[in-house]
């Protein structure tokens, strides 16, 4: 799981949904007669295939049934192409999963639209809790809360400690910072000093987006010139020499492989390679992603969206268990330490197994100032739209100038065609 914004496939809910139901399992109907015997059972959806990452819904399901004898929890898995369309197909039949996990940066609008989602509200403002986690992880409509996030994939910065003892450079922390430690490092010639992806999707769009968010600049309000400067930055960049013009075909894990090669002096990625850069053959250390004009960083938050069905016919055990294994502390600490998720639960920082970790300690830190993502239908467009532009300037096939403006032009449409807002 990496940007958590993958392309759903939105058209399936002509499907029958009995058919949906039956080939991915209903958990209102038989929780019902389990209840009847003393005992809840309560399903599950997501569409987690990660080895790491099913271990630690394992162990979280655990930590729940063990307060919770009588409860049992069954997980379905279901591709994540197919998520959305079940979930519609479900609701429009008012049936569906007693909790699931969704891809909420894409697919938010439909579902509430759909009723897909039962509203969390009353016992969100009840949860002792709540105040541990950021704004930007709770997802409203209309006024309801029906999302929250208790971990995120985040942003940032890695950097190969070799090279920079080599040239007496410590890790930046601003990309004013940045850009003068790499014209060091290409003047050396000895490596290339940043590996990124510039592909033209999400990937390439959520790499570089924080250069906007730095500046205030969201979704909803990009004009050619509040778009310029991240347009600029990676024009002059690429021009300079320290972003390869390859890195505009470039996926995150592509990019990734670049930077393990050791050629490369940082990195722009995310946590989920912590386990993977263990392997690396030079010493290496993580920081924030280099804040801009304000002086702070920003990322947008990666990740699932925790929820309730709309059609759940036991929604206080549904929020027990959402309460139990996934927003307690007890339960984000289960998490990182299988999964590697970075908790959004603020007090995890304090403890024992995050923050004696210091290359995740980046991460952590990030969840205090990501970024609310659009709440549009569109958001996934949007996206498209900036990265497409993106790697255009890398490859030298537009200008920052011209990309500013076609971008800033269809993000306009993209809004107008969604509604939403930020």
């Known amino acids: ?68 004898p009588n409860v049992k929890v069954k997980e379905v898995q279901v591709p994540g192409s197919q998520l959305d369309s079940k979930l519609l197909a479900a609701a429009a039949a008012k049936q569906g999963p007693d909790v699931f996990l969704d ?175 263990k392997s690396a053959k030079f010493k290496w250390g993580t920081t924030l992603y280099p804040a801009g004009a304000d002086g702070q960083s920003h990322v947008f938050p990666g990740g699932e969206g925790l929820g309730i069905g709309g059609f759940s016919k036991q929604k206080a055990w549904d929020w027990k268990y959402l309460e139990t294994a996934w927003l307690s502390k007890q339960a984000n600490v289960i998490d990182f330490r299988d999964s590697g998720q970075i908790p959004t639960r603020a007090d995890v920082a304090d403890t024992p197994q995050v923050k004696d970790d210091q290359a995740v300690a980046p991460f952590v830190a990030a969840t205090k100032t990501v970024s609310a993502w659009p709440n549009s239908p569109k958001t996934d467009q949007m996206q498209v739209s900036v990265g497409t532009e993106l790697s255009d300037v890398v490859s030298g096939q537009a200008s920052a100038a011209a990309a500013a403006s076609a971008t800033a032009s269809q993000i306009k449409h993209d809004i107008k065609a969604g509604g939403g807002g930020c």
């Open 1 to 68: 799981m990496t940007t958590s914004n993958r392309r759903r496939v939105l058209g399936a809910v002509a499907l029958g949904a009995a058919t949906v139901l039956a080939a991915a399992g209903c958990g209102s109907g038989g929780s019902n007669s389990a209840a009847g015997q003393g005992h809840v059972t309560l399903t599950v959806w997501s569409y987690y295939t990660g080895a790491d990452q099913l271990k630690a819904l394992a162990q979280q399901d655990a930590f729940f049934e063990k307060k919770y």
């Open 103 to 277: 891809n909420v940066v894409v697919d938010f609008p439909e579902l509430t639209a759909a009723g897909a989602l039962a509203p969390l509200t009353k016992d969100w403002d009840s949860y002792p809790g709540r105040s541990q986690y950021p704004a930007a992880g709770i997802w409203r409509s209309k006024g309801q809360i029906y999302n929250v996030m208790s971990y995120s994939n985040l942003l940032g910065l890695y950097y190969n400690k070799d090279i920079l003892s080599q040239y007496h450079l410590q890790p930046p922390k601003t990309l004013t910072q940045m850009a003068s430690e790499m014209a060091v490092i290409a003047k050396g010639g000895k490596y290339t000093p940043l590996s990124a992806s510039a592909s033209p999707d999400t990937g390439g769009a959520w790499m570089w987006y924080p250069i906007l968010l730095d500046r205030g600049v969201n979704y909803c309000h990009m004009t050619a010139s509040n778009t310029l400067p991240m347009f600029q930055t990676i024009s002059n960049w690429t021009k300079d020499g320290y972003l390869p013009k390859a890195a505009s075909t470039w996926t995150q894990p592509d990019a990734w492989t670049q930077f393990m090669s050791g050629k490369f002096a940082f990195g722009i990625n995310g946590n989920w390679n912590l386990g993977d850069a």
